[in-house]
């Protein structure tokens, strides 16, 4: 089945302890991307990658790292957490050429 | 870089009736309007999409409108039914094969039977 799956789907941790979500996709697509959704302020774009060992920063990318060293995955990752940071997750993925993002089915994140 | 603005926030119709979101965007160059819902405690699902090529896409109870000179986009939801109680989201691309979407702040559409 073509999907994109994102581990852990929950995870509450506290300040300063590093953390990776991870997000990986069976559908071969080049670009991924992931989002953060905060109530009232919709979906807004964290750091996205055109494909292996190329990415760029989005619009909130403040205390996010990402990496890109195979084509399918594309973890998340928090050096020093921090409780601005507890929000929901999401990665998506797409094919070039294509227009459709496909996401993931989210990471509920909470920083204490 | 491109920022888009979606009204209302919340949306109460009757079983039956139509409901209407409306987005704008700012960014001249954007060519790719997709509409996303997503339910509750689920991940957002594309539900139509249009090009700036084109001025009207309708997919049975679904239909997105275009307007490039005024820069504003529309959904249009037919015969709501209690399952379109979802959030909609629209979204715009920043054009020139750029793959990065710019999202609406999200529309919460209540149904009541």
């Known amino acids: 089945e073509a999907q994109v799956t994102q581990n852990p789907r929950y995870l509450i941790t506290v300040t300063g302890k590093k953390l990776t979500v991870t997000c990986s996709q069976n559908m071969n697509h080049e670009y991924m991307s992931w989002y953060r959704q905060d109530p009232g302020l919709g979906l807004r774009q964290i750091y996205y990658?055109?494909?292996?060992?190329?990415?760029d920063k989005g619009d909130v990318p403040e205390g996010y790292k990402v990496s890109r060293k195979e084509k399918r995955n594309f973890p998340l990752i928090l050096e020093s957490p921090s409780p601005n940071q507890t929000s929901l997750y999401f990665c998506?993925?797409?094919?070039?050429?294509?227009?459709?993002?496909?996401f993931g089915p989210g990471t509920r994140l909470t920083v204490l | 870089g491109e920022n888009v603005e979606q009204h209302p926030s919340t949306l109460s119709v009757q079983e039956g009736d139509s409901a209407v979101i409306k987005c704008t965007y700012s960014?001249?160059?954007?060519?790719?309007f997709p509409w996303y819902k997503q339910e509750l405690g689920k991940r957002p699902q594309l539900i139509i999409d249009?090009?700036?090529?084109?001025g009207e896409k309708k997919d049975q109870r679904i239909a997105v409108t275009l307007n490039k000179t005024a820069k504003h986009f529309s959904l249009h939801i037919t015969e709501t039914q209690p399952e379109d109680s979802a959030v909609y989201f629209c979204a715009a691309d920043s054009g020139a094969g750029s793959y990065q979407l710019t999202f609406g702040k999200g529309t919460k559409l209540s149904v009541i039977p």
């Open positions: 249009i090009r700036s090529n084109v």
């Open positions: 990658s055109m494909n292996v060992e190329v990415t």
């Open positions: 960014d001249s160059a954007s060519n790719y």
């Open positions: 998506a993925s797409k094919r070039t050429g294509l227009n459709q993002q496909f």
